[in-house]
C-alpha cells in the first residue's frame, strides 16, 4: 500500500486518505478510517448505504460464502465456506482485535456484533440483482447509489473499466 518502510512517509500517505496511524510493537502498524456509514448522493441529494462492514467484519467471508455455497451448491463453494469457517474461528481465538488484518466496528470502537452483521448481509442479499452476461454487455453503476461485486465463476472473461467522475 505504502511502498516504503519509511514510518514517516507512511503517516504522510496516511494522513492524505484521512487514515489515523496507529503503531505498536515494534514496527506494526493499525489504520483506522472512521467515516459515516451512509453519505449523501452529491447530485440527487439522496442517502445511500456507503461502507465496508459487510466486507471487512471478521465474520463477513464465512458468512459470505456459506450464501454463495447455498445458491450455487457446488462441493468447491462447500470447502471454500468450510474452510473460511476453521480460518475464522481460529483466528477468532488466537489474535487479539487490534492485529486482526481487516476488521470493522462502529465509529465509536464498539463491536458491530455477528447478529447486525447478519443483518447488514440479509439487506443486501434482498436487494441483489442477479443476470448472466451476455456477449456485448455493457454496465453503468452510479458508485454513490449502487453497491456492485460478483459472485465467483469459472471461465474466461475480459472486463474493461473505465472511471468518471
Same mark, same amino acid.
Given at each position: 500500500? #505504502? ?5 514517516? +512517509?507512511?503517516?504522510?500517505?496516511? =494522513? @492524505?486518505?484521512?487514515?489515523?496511524? /496507529? ?54 463453494? #462447500? ?5 473460511? +469457517?476453521?480460518?475464522?474461528?481460529? =483466528? @477468532?481465538?488466537?489474535?487479539?482485535? /487490534? ?67
Amino acid at each position: 500500500m #505504502f511502498q516504503t518502510k519509511d514510518k514517516n +512517509e507512511v503517516e504522510k500517505i496516511s =494522513k @492524505k486518505q484521512n487514515f489515523k496511524v /496507529e503503531w505498536f510493537g515494534k514496527d506494526d502498524l493499525r489504520l483506522v478510517n472512521t467515516t459515516l456509514a451512509i453519505r449523501k448522493h452529491p447530485e440527487f441529494n439522496t442517502s445511500a448505504w456507503h461502507n465496508h462492514s459487510q466486507v471487512f467484519h471478521i465474520d463477513a467471508a464465512r458468512k459470505e460464502y456459506w450464501r454463495i455455497f447455498a445458491r450455487q451448491k457446488t462441493i468447491r463453494g #462447500f470447502l471454500v465456506a468450510t474452510t473460511l +469457517e476453521l480460518l475464522t474461528f481460529i =483466528k @477468532k481465538i488466537t489474535t487479539p482485535k /487490534e492485529y486482526l488484518d481487516t476488521h470493522c466496528t462502529y465509529g465509536d470502537g464498539q463491536e458491530i456484533s455477528s447478529i447486525e452483521l447478519k443483518q447488514i448481509q440479509n439487506t443486501f442479499w434482498s436487494n441483489i440483482s442477479l443476470f448472466s452476461w451476455q456477449d456485448g454487455d455493457v454496465l453503468v453503476i452510479d458508485n454513490y447509489s449502487v453497491s456492485h461485486g460478483r459472485h465467483p465463476f469459472t471461465g474466461p472473461r475480459k472486463i474493461f473499466v473505465a472511471w468518471a467522475d
